[in-house]
Each structure stands twice: as structure tokens, then as C-alpha cells.
T-cell receptor, first 114, second 108 residues
């Protein structure tokens, strides 16, 4: 089954404790992206990647890191989480060869930083 | 100015009526436009995309694009309670930019 998976789905942590949210897709997509979703603000892009070893900042990259060492994986790293990073996070992937560029979303990770 | 603006809602319509959702975008060079549906607590799912000026119909959904006015809309005909969700407009330049979403409630 074609899918984007994220782990963990729920996470409660404390300020300053490094964490990683994993994202993996099995569709051989070149493009992967991380979004955060907050009430009234819609989906805001954090980082995206056009291919292996190619990453770039989105609209709200501060406080986040990413890496793209393999095509299928795109982990999101919070080196020192703060309460303002409490949010719902989505990973997405798409094929750059398709004009419709449909983005397939993972199930989301709800993060709470105390 | 925000790149993609949607009517704020919430929008409440009776079952069987037409729900009309609007979206404007700031980049005149944008080429691809998408409507996603998101149920509460779930991930967004694509319902329609449109590239060319005019209307595109898919079942009960019709997307309308007017590039001169930088405007894209979504009509939901014969609205059903299962259409109750948040609808996200997205514009694809080199990346996908989303509007804040419009929440639709269909009253039975």
C-alpha cells in the first residue's frame, strides 16, 4: 500500500529535550516536506527536500532541522524544543514528474512541549 | 500580504444546498491550484486540482479558476453531512502554499 508513515503519532516532551520525528514514504517520491498546523493558521511549511541531500527552508524553519540521506526518509529534528513548537505536524511527499504534484500526507504527529 | 487567502468561515449550509468556497492568491505567475479536504484530527486529502481558466467538475465538486482575478473557488453541490470538514486551498509555485482553510458544516 502506497503510504507516508510518521512516528511517533503523539509525543509529550519537555523544553530542551532533543527529539526526532521520523517520516518515511514507499512511493519513490523525490519531493518531501514537513508542515506544522496551528488553529487559524493553516498548514505552514517548515522544510522541504527536492531529492536526496537537497533540502531547503520553508516558511517557518526556525528551531527545526531536517536531513535527507535516503530517498524514502525525511526526519524532522527539534534540537531544543520550546512550548511554541507545540503543534500538529504533517509530513508529505509527491512526485516531481507528475504535473498535478499531488502531495500525500502522513497521519500527523501531535507534539506537546511542556 | 498572505500568499493564499480563503474566506474565513465557518460556513454552515443545509443538506442538499450548494456550498461555495473562495480563495485568492498573490502570485500572478502561479500555475497549479488544489483543493484539499481535512476532517478533524486527520491528514489533508486531495479532492481536486485545476490548471486552466474555467470550470472543472468532478462528481458533486466543481473548481473554478480565474487567473486574471487570481481567484479559485470550489462549489460543493447537493451538500451532505459527510462533506463537513475543513477545506484547504493550495497554490503550487516551486512549493505548495496553503490557505488557512474554511470549515464547512452541513446541517441535516
Amino acid at each position: 500500500e502506497a503510504q507516508v508513515t510518521q512516528n511517533p503519532r503523539y509525543l509529550i516532551t519537555v523544553t530542551g529535550k532533543k527529539l526526532t520525528v521520523t517520516c518515511s514514504q514507499n512511493m519513490n517520491h523525490e519531493y518531501m516536506s514537513w508542515y506544522r498546523q496551528d488553529p487559524g493558521l493553516g498548514l505552514r511549511q517548515i522544510y522541504y527536500s527536492m531529492n536526496v541531500e537537497v533540502t531547503d527552508k520553508g516558511d517557518v524553519p526556525e528551531g527545526y532541522k531536517v536531513s535527507r540521506k535516503e530517498k524514502r526518509n525525511f526526519p524532522l529534528i527539534l534540537e531544543s524544543p520550546s512550548p511554541n513548537q507545540t503543534s500538529l505536524y504533517f509530513c508529505a511527499s509527491s512526485s516531481l514528474r507528475d504535473r498535478d504534484n499531488e502531495q500525500f500526507f502522513g497521519p500527523g504527529t501531535r507534539l506537546t512541549v511542556l | 500580504q498572505k500568499e493564499v487567502e480563503q474566506n474565513s468561515g465557518p460556513l454552515s449550509v443545509p443538506e442538499g444546498a450548494i456550498a461555495s468556497l473562495n480563495c485568492t492568491y498573490s502570485d500572478r505567475g502561479s500555475q497549479s491550484f488544489f483543493w484539499y479536504r481535512q476532517y478533524s484530527g486527520k491528514s489533508p486529502e486531495l479532492i481536486m486540482f485545476i490548471y486552466s481558466n474555467g470550470d472543472k467538475e468532478d462528481g458533486r465538486f466543481t473548481a473554478q479558476l480565474n487567473k486574471a482575478s487570481q481567484y479559485v473557488s470550489l462549489l460543493i453541490r447537493d451538500s451532505q453531512p459527510s462533506d463537513s470538514a475543513t477545506y484547504l486551498c493550495a497554490v503550487n509555485d516551486y512549493k505548495l502554499s496553503f490557505g488557512a482553510g474554511t470549515t464547512v458544516t452541513v446541517r441535516a
